[in-house]
C-alpha cells in the first residue's frame, strides 16, 4: 500500500512556488451593522442558485509535511452527487471518485484497485486531507461558504469589511468593493476559507486552510477554478464509474494508511 498512491493525481511532484499572500480579514470587536443581511444576500446572490457546478480546478499545496500539485475535472451537484477525476499528462486517469447519494466509488486505473461503500467524505479525506462532501464542496468552490447561508449577526469594520455569523456556526467576511460586497472569506469548524473573487459569479481561487483534528494532519490546499459552468445537465451517467471485473479491492483504512497524497513514507 506504501506504493498506492505513488502516482495518484501526480500530486507528489514538488511544488516549489512560494504560496499566495493570505487574506488579511479584519479583527476586533468592528461596529453595529444594520446592513449585514442586505449585504450577506448581495455577496451571495450568485452561488445561492447555484445547484450544479463543473470546473476544471488546479490543485496545490500541502497536507501534512507533503506537498500536492496536479488538476481534476469536477462534476458536482445537489444532492450528495460528485465526479472527480484526476488527469494525468499520459495515459489514463490517475483516480475517479464518483458518488450519488451516500456512498462513494474511487477507481484506481493504473493499479486497478477499487474502494467502494464508503462516503465521498472520507474518501477525501484520506486522499487530499478534506474532508467534504458533495454539498459541502460545491458550496465552497461556488463562494457561499456554506449551503443555504443565513445571516444571524453582522458587524462591520474600517476598510469596506464586514463579517456576518451564519446559522450553523459558520461565518462570512465580505469587502465592499466598488459598489457590490463580495465574498473574500469563511470560517466552518475547523476550517477557514479564502477567496479571490472573479469577474463572473464563481471565484478564481480557492484557499482551504484546515486544521489538524483527529490524528488527520493539517492541510493548506489551494484551488485555481477554470472552465467553470454554473448549473450543467449532468445526467446520472457522470456519477457512474465502470469498474473493471477484475479490479481489486481495498478499504478505506488501506487508503488511509497509504497517508494523503504528496506523503511519502
Known amino acids: 500500500m506504501r506504493r498506492l498512491l505513488a502516482f495518484v493525481l501526480l500530486l507528489t511532484a514538488l511544488a516549489g512556488a512560494c504560496a499566495p499572500r493570505r487574506v488579511q480579514w479584519p479583527s476586533g470587536d468592528g461596529e453595529a451593522f444594520p446592513g449585514y443581511q442586505q449585504a450577506l444576500e448581495e455577496a451571495v446572490s450568485g452561488c445561492r442558485a447555484v445547484r450544479s457546478l463543473s470546473a476544471e480546478l488546479s490543485i496545490s499545496g500541502r497536507v501534512g509535511g507533503g506537498k500536492l500539485r496536479g488538476r481534476v475535472m469536477a462534476g458536482i451537484a445537489a444532492p450528495g452527487r460528485i465526479r472527480l477525476e484526476a488527469v494525468a499528462p499520459f495515459g489514463p486517469p490517475a483516480f475517479i471518485l464518483a458518488a450519488s447519494g451516500t456512498t462513494a466509488t474511487l477507481l484506481l486505473p493504473r493499479d486497478n484497485r477499487v474502494l467502494t461503500g464508503e462516503p465521498a467524505s472520507a474518501i477525501l479525506g484520506a486522499l487530499v486531507g478534506l474532508d467534504f462532501g458533495a454539498d459541502d464542496l460545491l458550496a465552497i468552490l461556488s463562494g457561499c461558504v456554506v449551503a443555504s447561508p443565513e445571516a444571524t ?18 461565518g462570512a467576511y465580505l469587502r465592499r468593493e466598488g459598489q457590490q460586497w463580495r465574498m473574500r472569506a469563511g470560517v466552518r469548524p475547523g476550517l477557514l476559507i479564502e477567496y479571490e473573487p472573479a469577474g463572473g459569479d464563481a471565484p478564481a481561487r480557492v484557499r482551504l486552510h484546515v486544521a489538524a483534528s483527529g490524528g488527520a494532519p493539517a492541510s493548506d490546499v489551494r484551488v485555481g477554478l477554470s472552465q467553470v459552468e454554473l448549473n450543467p445537465r449532468l445526467g446520472p451517467e457522470v456519477f457512474a464509474v465502470k469498474v473493471p471485473r477484475d479490479a481489486r479491492p481495498i478499504t478505506l483504512a488501506d487508503l488511509r494508511s497509504a497517508g494523503p497524497v504528496g506523503e511519502r513514507r
Open 153 to 170: 449577526t453582522g458587524r462591520s469594520y474600517a476598510g469596506g469589511w464586514a463579517r456576518i455569523d451564519l446559522a450553523g456556526g459558520a
